[in-house]
């Protein structure tokens, strides 16, 4: 045991050393600080505060002691002296010299190698800390009355520095005592939290916080709603108190409402908040006491987001447990885990960092890894969050026919293969895997293929024989093949032959016959299916009194077809009146919807509908609180509408609140929710008429997802627009990457 130890605490010294190899040597600094430091634990970690995260944004210490930033800048917590959010990291303005950095919600700390700290970002409770009025600041400020400050930390809005001195210092919010001082007084400036003395490292939860002595031992005061706190109670403490039953601490970290730390042997022991598994102990029951993360040893740095936690260990992997919503553990999955698991992909890291719904991690080569969520661009790799304007899809020509859904988009080549990329949790893209797909890859076993249709988490494809060919996820019966068992490769639909056209649904299909009926199965709660009831239907059954039909269109949970005399027939879910009827009164069986003649296609969004008549008008119906009818307002329509300025239209698709069109002309117009820029129009500002998406021309054919859309162009190019949360758009890293990806910020 005491060989084991002692190759720990080898390995535990050579990753410091890295860490400052990394990081540059040379730097002044102030001696004072360094000497009082040499003798704790924990003096080489505090190197590692050069990389850290905010709830939506990141920073970045350079060896050269400059600070670049990348992410949310609402309250100017990049520094940059603007708002404006970045996906390309920016310096932090009139900073030099630091060594030490620190954020969580909205607000950043720096230390400077002259011991002063400067500050900016949200201020709505003085957590600046520099006397000032409590308006943010958008370039760093520094903080009045504090010098020889060796590290420093940020809870939400409180900060927290310990000086040379071994002694903590505390301002900002103090409604749960989280400043330490005995009250719940918030603070302007900086003030000495009592009882505290030989303090070598802080970290700050969003309203708790915690030092580590020289000793080993933790102190926690502020919150304790969910026992972050760690003192066997639930109560609010004011002052420090000691954190029982833990010795031997080298590092800490703080959550939302959960804490770490990291004993000298290497084990990882944590308490307070544990819904989505945070604390890794294989349960998602809180604790007020710490209990030890399993399966975890030889670690040597921690870091808590808000409700993840990721660990590094002497081997240079990283290990994550927790919250995964936004894929933010790093494991190739969205499935949150109570124990740890192995981040993929990387080895030879150093340090980590943890934001709300992103992680970052630095390698021993200098380089920064990010994962995890990027709406505002946090992960620093240059990517933007939104995709305004049409771009193409990488390695994509000679499409024929797609089709997009909520997150996840196909293509079928002029060969009669089917491609697909974006999400893939439930097998919906048909290569045999869970593994989401930012790029194309080809669906197994499929060949022949002349149409395709997405489903929420399913995906539907036609052969030339007329079968019809169904791959995802399954738990309503939408893929027809008798069961509710997920398929990740293409299976046949029961009793289908002579099929000519398909459509899917959130969780149901229908299919159009050579003879004109139509055949639906899958979820049937709101009558989708058509079969005069709300059974479920795990194989196609009829929908009564169709004929003649020659369009289909699936919406989240109505359905709509025409027929060959050009009306249109709807039935299912009508509460916003997407089944035109002059009603929102569900409908199991079809209903003509009122006042339309002479329809060639139509489209189906979330809760509206749309039409597309011979003398190339487009109508529109149902749910409008974004525009996406595009008569000029904002009003629920329960009969058709006519979309305002637009003609020669030939071709129409719905997503969950954007519409879109594509003239004669090969243009193609949009309207409706534009907050990921699905309507390419270069803006994400919501329209509602028509306008004209960017720097396309020569559209055959186009296809809308849940924020996302696709134009196939008369050259065999596919284009795409909008929301790629899951890599959707199949031309960039997604928005939420699964796995880690490369970041600028070094």
């Given at each position: ?97 630091v ?17 002063t ?23 760093p ?13 940020a ?50 939860g ?80 809180s ?38 919503g ?15 698991v ?40 240059g ?83 007329g ?54 199965w ?10 005069g ?67 060639g ?37 329960l ?61 055959v ?21 909008g ?15 699964t ?8």
């Open positions: 045991m005491r060989s084991n130890t002692r190759r720990w605490m080898t390995r535990l010294l050579q990753v410091w050393i890295g860490v400052l190899t990394v990081v540059g040597c040379g730097q002044p600094t102030d001696e004072s600080a360094k000497q009082s430091l040499m003798g704790a634990p924990l003096w080489a970690a505090q190197s590692r505060a050069r990389l850290v995260a905010g709830d939506s944004y990141s920073l970045a210490l350079r060896p050269d002691g400059t600070v670049w930033a990348a992410g949310s800048n609402s309250v100017g917590q990049l520094g940059d002296g603007s708002r404006t959010d970045r996906s390309e990291p920016v310096q932090v303005q009139g900073l030099s010299g060594v030490s950095l620190a954020t969580r919600a909205a607000h950043s700390l720096a230390v400077r190698s002259d011991g700290v400067w500050a900016w970002g949200a201020n709505t409770y003085g957590q600046v800390g520099d006397a000032g009025p409590k308006t943010n600041r958008l370039v400020v520094q903080v009045p009355g504090l010098s020889g400050v060796v590290a420093v930390a809870g939400h809005s409180h900060s927290l520095a310990v000086r040379n001195d071994g002694s903590v210092w505390a301002w900002g919010l103090n409604s749960s005592g989280q400043v330490g001082d005995g009250t719940t007084t918030s603070r302007l400036v900086p003030v000495q939290v009592p009882g505290l003395s030989g303090v070598v490292a802080v970290a700050a969003s309203y708790h916080s915690l030092a580590v002595l020289s000793d080993g031992s933790v102190w926690a005061w502020g919150d304790n709603a969910s026992g972050q706190v760690g003192d066997g109670t639930t109560t609010n403490r004011l002052v420090p108190v000691q954190v029982p039953g833990l010795s031997g601490v080298v590092a800490v970290a703080a959550g939302l409402s959960h804490s770490l730390a990291v004993r000298s042997g290497g084990g990882v022991w944590a308490w307070g908040l544990n819904s989505s598994g945070q604390l890794g102990d294989g349960t998602t029951t604790r007020s006491v710490p209990v030890q993360t399993q399966g975890l040893s030889g670690v040597v740095a921690v870091a808590a987001g808000t409700w993840h936690s990721l660990a590094v260990r002497f081997d240079g992997t990283v290990w994550a447990w927790g919250s995964n936004t894929s933010q553990l790093g494991d190739d999955s969205r499935s949150s885990r109570s124990v740890p192995q981040t993929q992909g990387l080895s030879g890291v150093v340090a980590v960092a943890a934001g709300s719904s992103h992680s970052l991690a630095l390698r021993s080569n200098g380089t920064v890894w990010a994962w995890g969520s990027n709406t505002f661009g946090q992960r620093g790799d990517v933007a969050a939104h995709h305004p304007v049409p771009v193409p899809v990488q390695g994509l020509e000679g499409v024929v026919a797609m089709a997009a859904s909520q997150f996840h988009s196909l293509a079928v080549y002029s060969d009669g293969t089917v491609w697909a990329w974006g999400d893939n949790s439930r097998g919906q893209l048909g290569d045999g895997t869970t593994s989401n797909r930012s790029v194309p890859v080809r669906v197994q076993g499929l060949s022949g293929v002349v149409a395709v249709a997405a489903g929420s988490a399913h995906s539907l494809a036609v052969r030339s024989d079968t019809v060919w169904a791959w995802g996820y399954n738990a309503q019966g939408q893929l027809g093949d008798g069961t509710t068992t997920d398929r990740l490769v293409a299976v046949q639909v029961q009793g289908l032959s002579g099929v000519v056209a398909v459509a899917a649904g959130s969780a149901y299909s229908l299919a159009v016959h050579s003879d004109g009926t139509v055949w639906a899958g979820s049937n709660a709101s009558g989708q299916v058509g079969d009831t709300t059974s479920n239907r795990r194989v196609p059954v009829q929908v009564q009194g169709l004929s003649g039909v020659v369009a289909v269109a699936a919406g989240s949970s109505h359905s709509l077809v025409v027929r060959s005399d050009g009306t249109v027939w709807a039935w299912g879910y009508n509460s916003s009146g997407q089944l035109g009827d002059g009603t929102t009164s569900n409908r199991r069986v079809p209903v003509q919807a009122q006042g339309l003649s002479g329809v296609a139509v489209a189906a969004g979330t809760w509206h509908s749309l039409a597309v008549r011979s003398d190339g008008t487009v109508w529109a119906w149902g749910k409008n609180g974004q525009g996406q009818l595009g008569d000029g307002t904002t009003i629920d329509r009969v058709p509408v006519q979309a305002q300025g637009l003609s020669g239209g030939v071709a129409v698709a719905a997503g969950s609140a954007h519409s879109l069109a594509m003239r004669s002309d090969g243009s193609v117009w949009a309207w409706g929710d534009n907050f990921d820029g699905p309507l390419g129009d270069g803006t994400t500002i919501d329209r509602l008429v028509p306008v004209q998406a960017q720097g396309l021309s020569g559209g054919a186009v296809a809308a997802g849940s924020a996302h859309s696709l134009a196939a162009l008369s050259d065999g190019t596919l284009w795409s627009w929301n790629n949360a899951y890599g959707q758009l199949g031309n960039a890293p997604p928005t939420s990457a796995t880690p990806i490369r970041s600028l910020l070094y």
